[in-house]
């Protein structure tokens, strides 16, 4: 993964507990060969018992924007089709009305490789509410797209999928993730050396230890930058 805004989503999912895939591409063989029906830009899981305590009692706060009550409550498995992009652009259009066989037959082939739906009937209904709805409920299982950009689109809102906007994760990720362990009292961060360059260097502006009153815009423009490269 290469591109800064999908690492920096796939990395806020991460903080939640999420795992992910990257550039997850529909394949289709047709008349000898296999082009692309489409590509999503992550996948993510999020079971419903993860948590992340570094300590007893200390317990990663968490964004509402992103986790509602069904999932801080382990009532689901939690599946994201996340939609990232770094300009004003809109939803592929796989997700866009009105729906066809094509777009079906694609839905089909997402909701078999996540795996949840044991029968083609179950498939179906799934790629069906996916498509009518952009999210969709099984048995315990909920898949549901959500989109992240630089800002709330207005297509997409009337569309109904929820927006996160680049701008929002890296508040969250200032206050309250890179401040928890100095408001705790522990440490003014935790030790990152693992970790993506790319995200090293987010937390290294976010630090709660650095004097910054426009951490957020130091963020986004890094960013920028790094997209430019």
Known sequence: MTDPYELFVKWYLRLHGYLSV???IIHEPLQGAVPQGGEIDLLAVR???SREEPSNGFVFESDPALMDQDVLTGKLTD???AEVKSAKDTLNDLWKPPTSNVKLRRTEYLVRWLGFSDTDVAVRQVAEELQAKRTAHLDGFRIRLLYFG?????EVKKLGVPQITHAQIAE?????RANCYRDRGIANRSAHSQWHPLIRDIWQLADPARQSDNKRDDILNLLVEKKKK
């Open 22 to 24: 990257e550039n997850f």
């Open 47 to 49: 079971f419903p018992f």
């Open 79 to 81: 599946f994201i089709i």
């Open 150 to 154: 630089p800002a709330i689109h207005p």
């Open 172 to 176: 969250f990720i200032i206050s309250p």
